[in-house]
């Protein structure tokens, strides 16, 4: 039996670009958050199945590995299956793929399941409609390191603030993950990433931020083109880590 996979094309737009006309972190992400939840539509557990449950799909993780810039005008051909999940978290890997069908990006996200009204992560067999033996055991990332180090931020000074605002939520009323790539990028100068190309962008979502609150973001230098970046709330809070490499 072939094994599962959903697919979907994308016209990369000047405004899913950089300056550099290079397909944007934040909008692979949402290239990744669409087949996503298309994919779960097919597969029977999308919006509107866990509405009906009360609860709504979260984005806990995210890892990126991009082979070469993917440019304005080119075709990208995002692919997606869902692995058989763990107790509380479910995993998707994901393929980017040129009009040449030669591999663009490789990534792969972790998801759980909240409670909307209150917040609380319920388990896996919340959903029960499927037949978890049937699913895709292929893995793009096989060694993906989830935890990114957190770092000491006292005494320096941010590299990007913002104020939530409506521009940054999303239906689940908090700010929609792919925007806090691009909070992440912010810490970056134009003059230092003209010359550089994204190789690896992780990202974990630490706590759930809404209008009102005012966001300070820090950078530290981990090694020749690595870089952490940790995200904090007024009360001090981390609601964001990321690693950025450059090759």
Same mark, same amino acid.
């Given at each position: 039996m072939e094994k599962y996979r959903y697919t979907q094309e994308f016209q990369i737009k000047y405004c899913d670009a950089d300056?550099?006309?290079? +397909? /944007? #972190?934040?909008?692979?992400?949402a290239y990744l958050e669409e087949v996503a939840c298309a994919s779960a539509?097919?597969?029977? =557990?999308?919006?509107?199945? #866990?509405?009906?449950? @009360? *609860?709504? =799909? $979260?984005?806990?993780n995210? *890892? *990126?590995? =991009?082979?070469?810039? $993917?440019?304005?005008g080119e075709i990208v051909k995002a692919q997606t299956w869902p692995l058989q999940p763990g107790f509380v978290t479910f995993e998707r890997q994901y393929r980017f793929f040129d009009a040449q069908n030669a591999i663009t990006a490789n990534a792969v996200s972790r998801w759980c399941l909240l409670?909307?009204?209150t917040g609380k992560i319920l388990p896996s067999k919340t959903i029960d409609n499927q037949d %978890?033996?049937? %699913?895709?055991?292929? /893995? #793009?990332?096989p060694n993906v390191r989830w935890k990114i180090s957190s770092f000491e931020t006292e005494g320096l000074r941010p590299q990007f603030t913002i104020t939530i605002a409506y521009?940054?939520?999303?239906?689940?009323?908090? #700010? @929609?993950n792919t925007r806090y790539a691009d909070y992440c990028m912010n810490v970056f100068s134009i003059e230092t990433l003209k010359n550089k190309r994204i190789s690896r962008f992780s990202i974990s979502y630490v706590?759930? *931020?809404?209008?009102?609150?005012? +966001?300070? =973001? %820090?950078r530290?230098?981990?090694?020749? @083109?690595? %870089?952490?970046?940790?995200?904090?709330?007024?009360?001090?809070?981390?609601v964001i880590l990321a690693e950025v490499v450059f090759a």
């Amino acid at each position: 039996m072939e094994k599962y996979r959903y697919t979907q094309e994308f016209q990369i737009k000047y405004c899913d670009a950089d300056f550099k006309e290079e +397909l /944007k #972190v934040s909008t692979a992400l949402a290239y990744l958050e669409e087949v996503a939840c298309a994919s779960a539509e097919e597969l029977g =557990f999308g919006y509107k199945y #866990v509405r009906e449950k @009360n *609860c709504a =799909f $979260i984005v806990t993780n995210t *890892c *990126c590995e =991009f082979i070469r810039p $993917i440019r304005v005008g080119e075709i990208v051909k995002a692919q997606t299956w869902p692995l058989q999940p763990g107790f509380v978290t479910f995993e998707r890997q994901y393929r980017f793929f040129d009009a040449q069908n030669a591999i663009t990006a490789n990534a792969v996200s972790r998801w759980c399941l909240l409670d909307r009204e209150t917040g609380k992560i319920l388990p896996s067999k919340t959903i029960d409609n499927q037949d %978890y033996a049937a %699913y895709n055991t292929d /893995k #793009v990332l096989p060694n993906v390191r989830w935890k990114i180090s957190s770092f000491e931020t006292e005494g320096l000074r941010p590299q990007f603030t913002i104020t939530i605002a409506y521009s940054e939520y999303d239906h689940n009323m908090h #700010v @929609n993950n792919t925007r806090y790539a691009d909070y992440c990028m912010n810490v970056f100068s134009i003059e230092t990433l003209k010359n550089k190309r994204i190789s690896r962008f992780s990202i974990s979502y630490v706590k759930q *931020c809404k209008e009102g609150e005012t +966001l300070r =973001f %820090y950078r530290k230098d981990v090694a020749e @083109n690595e %870089y952490l970046i940790q995200g904090k709330n007024e009360r001090n809070e981390t609601v964001i880590l990321a690693e950025v490499v450059f090759a």
